[in-house]
Nanobody, 124 residues
Framework: QVQLVESGGGLVQAGDSLRLSCAAS????????VGWFRQAPGKERDFVAA????????IYADSVKGRFTISRDNAKNTAYLQMNSLKLEDTAVYYC?????????????????WGQGTQVTVSS
């Protein structure tokens, strides 16, 4: 069983930066793909970014490419999402999730474990 806990959300102004963290328990984190997702009020949950188990490969949604950076520290069982140049439309609850590394970064494969989410609110 894997437990994921997100942190680092908050209220910021447009143009500011935030770094989200995803702390994992369990021995499988270092061999898992990690993804970040977000869900805005009244909308479906959307993919944001994913990182391979080694950290060597990453993918991003077009809406965040060039502004967000996903990373991980397997020694600390933690993944991160650095968010720069935040926009009003980035307001959402952000979730991290993990799945087996065997699927690589294929977007359509479901994730097995999810955190409870952290709220990010961007104001003008």
């Amino acid at each position: 069983q894997v437990q994921l806990v997100e942190s680092g959300g908050g209220l910021v102004q447009a143009g500011d930066s935030l770094r989200l963290s995803c702390a994992a328990s369990g021995r499988t984190f270092s061999s898992s793909t990690v993804g970040w997702f977000r869900q805005a009020p009244g909308k479906e949950r959307d993919f944001v970014a994913a990182i391979s188990w080694t950290g060597g490969n990453t993918i991003y949604a077009d809406s965040v490419k060039g502004r967000f950076t996903i990373s991980r520290d397997n020694a600390k069982n933690t993944a991160y999402l650095q968010m720069n140049s935040l926009k009003l439309e980035d307001t959402a609850v952000y979730y991290c999730a993990t799945r087996s590394r065997v699927y690589g970064l294929v977007p359509s494969v479901r994730y097995d474990y999810w955190g409870q989410g952290t709220q990010v609110t961007v104001s003008s």
